[in-house]
């Protein structure tokens, strides 16, 4: 049996391995000319990044084997220390209640904490409409703390106003890490302990978070194939079957046939990708659906440290990043001695000013930003770069949910198609989920031919029945 898998993310890669070890025919397909997807590191001669940190953290004891068992010696355990920074303090991330009211002044703490208590009086007598995040965030914490903490982040990381963003994106988040939990955890919580997801510890391997792509590329490659540079166009199928892909590697057309697809690829871009085209109403959803995407711009500084934190989040709108990390935080090997990076996250919508700007001038704004916030002087700077990233970040817009069911409910006609994976299923997942998500879609195939096996040996018959 052959599986075409369409990406080479983390998700499309760990359903490979699966198949393969089962010893299925398997041929992954990846548009970049690198495996990773997302979760893929940057090489600029000695220095690394990844696209926005990614720290690996799972609560999944069956993905930490998976992940401990491909990586072995290569991953460490790092502390997570992080920051936000309003105005000019730093507060702590999470929040620590002592260090917040004292940063925000005893006026503003005051107002926070009694507009949380008349938000957990009035959704104890009536059940508050819930459609956006901001109604999310303030039934449950009052309007002061939303606009503290949480406006001015969210808005920069989606590019919406909180109102057209919809509360089920908390809900997904939650399952994760949970902001509503460090809001409550840091103002009210008097015992110091932090939530669960907000341990103090995650895994990353020495050469950025890129080697788990790289190795299970490897693994897959002990048998089979992992196509990079090869972008999927069209899916054909016919009677509820998908029959091939074809797909566009230097320059030339190729056709790929398989008894089984796998699709990580953005689910907006899949839908597109059929033929025949799929009904109008279901693409119609899919111009719904958008996905946010993001700028890398990495500065490379000859200076051996700036700060010791894993990331720093920046909500002020006059400043062009959102977030900011250091990769020699997470392993000394991202830079050479003596020498270091800072990687800021620039959040947008493909097309836009921040998208289309060139990169001298993406570069040259973030330089200016970081020294204005006392981070680097500019004779420190030796070189930067410049990533643009397409699809990061599924946009859950009020009213999404329709249209994201429309589709699923028309792809989960196809018999041998599996989508997983986030631009995939247009779900937050982080890494843990998608390589989850892989694996669960490979065992979905292996349980299917299993039962395709035993229907066409056709029922037993017991030994010794007499007819
Ligand atoms: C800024 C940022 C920070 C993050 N931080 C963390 C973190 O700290 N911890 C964490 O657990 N998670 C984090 N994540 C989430 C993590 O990156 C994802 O969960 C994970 O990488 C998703 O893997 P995937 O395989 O599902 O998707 P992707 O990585 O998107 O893989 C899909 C692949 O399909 C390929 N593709 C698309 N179209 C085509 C086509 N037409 N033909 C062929 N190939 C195609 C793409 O090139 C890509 O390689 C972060 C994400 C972002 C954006």
Redesign the pocket.
Known sequence: MTTCI???????LSAGLVLARAGQSVLV????SA?????RTVARGAFRFD???????TTDRRIEAFLRELMGEELARVARRSKILLGDTYFDYPLRPSKAIRGLGVAAAARMLSGYAIARLKSRVRDPRMISLEDWVVSRFGRSLFRAFFKGYSEKVWGIDCRRISAEWVEQRIQGLSLGAVIRNALFASSGKTVATLAGEFLYPALGIGRIADRLQEEIERDNRVRTG???ERLAHRDGRIQSLT?IEGGRARVVEAEEFVS???LT?LVEMLQPGAPADVRAAASRLRYRD?VVVAVMLDRPRVTDQTWIYVPDPEVPFGRLHEPTNWSERMAPPGQTLLVT?HFCCRGDATWRARDEDLAERTVAHLARLGFISRREVIASAVVR?PR??PLFEVGYREHHERICAYLGRFRNLEIA????TFKY??????IAAGIDAAERILGRQGRERREDRGTPVLAGTAR
């Not at 369409?6 to 499309?12: H, K, M, T």
């Not at 997942?429 to 998608?434: E, K, R, Y």
Request: proline share 2%.
């Open positions: 369409l990406g080479g993310g983390l998700a499309g397909v990846e548009g970049d495996v990773g997807g997302l979760a696209l926005g940190g990614h720290r690996f953290f090869v972008r999927v797909a990580t690829i953005p871009s993001l996250e990233v990061a970040y994976g986030r631009g995939g997942l982080n890494m843990d989920h998608a």
